[in-house]
Structure formats: structure tokens, C-alpha cells
């Protein structure tokens, strides 16, 4: 079922992929992706943008303050 597990799993994600010391291998395999691709569509569909992307334009948003 869909709702607030998602929005956890959402919310990790995100939080994960900020961590620059976590590869992208390694947090797919955390939540159970099979590949890294399933991993980076997931995020595509959620996000709107690749684990990459969001990694650098949330680490932009840090530099800046």
C-alpha cells in the first residue's frame, strides 16, 4: 500500500542521497533495489531528477548560505 510508508522511504531517500560519504550504490541497496537503474528511475519518478542531481543541487543549496 501506498502513503506514509512512501513519504518515509521519500524522505530517507532524500536525506541519504545528501550525505556525500553514501554512494548511490550503496543507499539502492539499502532500500532494495535490485539495480542501480530501478534506484535512479525511482528517484526520476519521485524527485524529478537523478540521485546525481539532487545531490548537487541540494549540496549548492548548502554552499550558498
Known amino acids: 500500500?501506498?502513503?506514509l510508508g512512501d513519504?518515509?522511504?521519500r524522505q530517507h531517500i532524500q536525506e541519504m542521497?545528501?550525505?556525500?560519504e553514501l554512494?548511490?550504490?550503496e543507499?539502492?541497496?539499502y532500500f532494495d533495489f535490485?539495480?542501480?537503474s530501478h534506484f535512479t528511475a525511482y528517484c526520476q519518478?519521485?524527485?524529478g531528477m537523478s540521485p546525481s542531481e539532487l545531490r548537487k543541487k541540494n549540496r549548492d543549496?548548502?554552499?550558498k548560505k
Open 27 to 29: 543507499i539502492a541497496g
Open 1 to 3: 500500500s501506498r502513503g
Open 61 to 63: 543549496k548548502w554552499i
Open 7 to 9: 513519504v518515509y522511504k
Open 23 to 25: 554512494s548511490f550504490k
Open 34 to 36: 535490485s539495480t542501480s
Open 17 to 20: 542521497i545528501n550525505n556525500p
Open 45 to 47: 519518478r519521485m524527485f
